[in-house]
């Protein structure tokens, strides 16, 4: 069975620092790329960063210098370190994953259930 289960969220306060990780399990991911949405209430599920198989990295704008994300394959478990963290950065946070299943050339995407962060005082 194809899991992807988050943990590491909680509550932080504003200018602290979390580490999330995505455990993957169920097939091979070391080929996928990988990332980190995040929705907060009343808004849009946006990309947070997303990592390549060759760990091409990217970032949203509202976030970039202040989050890392990476991939540890051997682990097949994706981690996103924050700092310097705002009360906007509050929402849950999705791990997703993408990839091609079987030899016949289908792709589907995969995601987490999320986990909560909460960055208030």
């Known amino acids: 069975q194809v899991q992807l289960v988050e943990s590491g969220g909680g509550l932080v306060q504003p200018g602290g620092s979390l580490r999330l990780s995505c455990a993957a399990s169920g097939r091979d991911f070391s080929r996928d790329t990988m990332g980190w949405y995040r929705q907060a209430p009343g808004k849009q599920r946006e990309l947070v960063a997303g990592i390549t198989s060759g760990d091409r990295t990217n970032y949203a704008d509202s976030v970039k210098g202040r989050v890392t994300i990476s991939r540890d394959n051997a682990k097949n478990t994706v981690y996103l370190q924050m700092i310097s963290l705002k009360p906007e950065d509050t929402g849950v946070y999705y791990c997703?994953?993408?990839?091609?299943?079987?030899?016949?050339?289908?792709?589907?995407?995969?995601w987490g259930q999320g986990t909560q962060v909460t960055v208030s005082s």
């Open positions: 997703y994953a993408y990839g091609r299943i079987g030899a016949s050339g289908n792709y589907r995407d995969y």
